[in-house]
């Protein structure tokens, strides 16, 4: 099982990015899908989880409005719409896959991948 985010990169303040959580081995859709961030000298945080009972989404204070999961079964992918980008959301985005529930610490997840760099800067 691999889960790989992608689709990071360099955009200015105000700016937007999308994000892709693909996986191979594993269909998405059984899953809770949690995006987590871990900026420069931070911890890793969850940002946002799409539960797999009901599809109920959560959002941390510092993304909600602006930042937006969505999934596309057919792609077996899960993508972060993210808008209005600030210089405090650098950091690198990670993906994971738990069979149950969103968790709120990033090794309690059953399947994880390494994560892509997001950098907001002028």
């Known amino acids: 099982v691999q889960l790989q985010a992608s689709g990071g990169g360099l955009v200015q303040p105000g700016g937007s990015l999308r994000l892709s959580c693909a996986a191979t081995g594993v269909t998405l859709a059984d899953y809770a899908i949690g995006w987590f961030r871990q900026a420069p000298g931070k911890e890793r945080e969850l940002i946002s989880c799409n539960s797999r009972e009901h599809g109920t989404i959560h959002y941390v204070d510092a993304v909600r409005g602006r930042f937006t999961i969505a999934r596309d079964n057919a792609k077996n992918t899960v993508y972060l719409q993210m808008l209005s980008l600030k210089p405090e959301d650098t950091a690198v985005y990670y993906c994971?896959?738990?069979?149950?529930?969103?968790?709120?610490?990033?090794?309690?997840?059953?399947?994880w991948g390494r994560g892509t760099l997001v950098t907001v800067s002028s």
């Open positions: 994971a896959a738990d069979w149950r529930l969103c968790r709120p610490s990033f090794s309690d997840y059953d399947y």
